[in-house]
């Protein structure tokens, strides 16, 4: 068993959700819809990012919660380095 205490308020969303929350207010999101993986499809991006940030907020320091939204987040990110087109110029 890992010695992190899973309950340690805002320990998670401050390590990654600080640094996606600066990376998406200036990100050129896809327009159209995209695969993350094999299970999950985000048909709009910018809306995708919008419900994620406020859940993130919602759920700070709840780290149930956060994972799966910060997981998403790091693969839409990922997405976007790839193709080429990451922040606005």
């Known amino acids: 068993m890992s010695n992190v205490k899973r309950n340690t308020p805002g320990k998670f969303y401050c390590s990654d959700a600080e640094e ?3 990376y998406f207010k200036t990100a050129v999101l896809p ?3 995209i695969w993350l993986d094999k299970c999950t499809r985000a048909l709009n991006c910018r809306k995708m990012v919008d419900n994620s940030l406020v859940n993130l ?3 700070k320091g709840r780290h149930r919660f956060e994972e799966p ?3 998403r987040l790091r693969k839409l990110k990922a997405y976007i380095e790839q193709s080429g087109k990451s922040t606005t110029e």
Request: proline share 8%; aromatic share 8%; charged share 25%.
């Open 57 to 59: 907020e919602i759920y």
């Open 20 to 22: 996606l929350i600066e």
């Open 69 to 71: 939204i910060i997981i």
């Open 31 to 33: 327009t159209e819809p």
